[in-house]
């Protein structure tokens, strides 16, 4: 089984700064891609920021280019997301995300964090 626990969320004014992280853990073979998405009130989850495990290629939503940073550990098994210069519109559940084999010859399946708040006001 594979488990996604992110931390560092919280309350932050405008203009401010968090960094989330992401470890994966449990029994896998190999992680590919990874990310964040997020979950605004009263709105679908959204792509926020994907990055490959080859060559930790990266893809950003419009909404979050130049002001968020996606990155990767693959010794730590831990996946970040630095913020910076966040709006009230970045207030979100933000859920960690992961594509993984469990064996060498398996499927890959999407796994899920259980999410983290981010609230940005004054």
């Known amino acids: 089984q594979v488990q996604l626990v992110e931390s560092g969320g919280g309350l932050v004014q405008p203009g401010g700064s968090l960094r989330l992280s992401c470890v994966v853990s449990?029994?896998?073979?190999?992680?590919?891609?990874t990310g964040w998405y997020r979950q605004a009130p009263g709105k679908e989850r959204e792509l926020v920021a994907l990055?490959?495990?080859?060559?930790?290629?990266?893809n950003y939503a419009d909404s979050v280019k130049g002001r968020f940073t996606i990155s990767r550990d693959d010794h730590r098994n831990t996946v970040y997301l630095q913020m910076n210069n966040l709006k009230s519109e970045d207030t979100a559940v933000y859920y960690c995300?992961?594509?993984?084999?469990?064996?060498?010859?398996?499927?890959?399946?999407?796994?899920w964090g259980q999410g983290t708040q981010v609230t940005v006001s004054s």
């Open positions: 449990g029994t896998f073979f190999s992680v590919s891609t």
């Open positions: 995300y992961a594509v993984a084999k469990q064996t060498y010859d398996g499927a890959d399946e999407d796994y």
């Open positions: 990055i490959t495990s080859i060559g930790h290629n990266t």
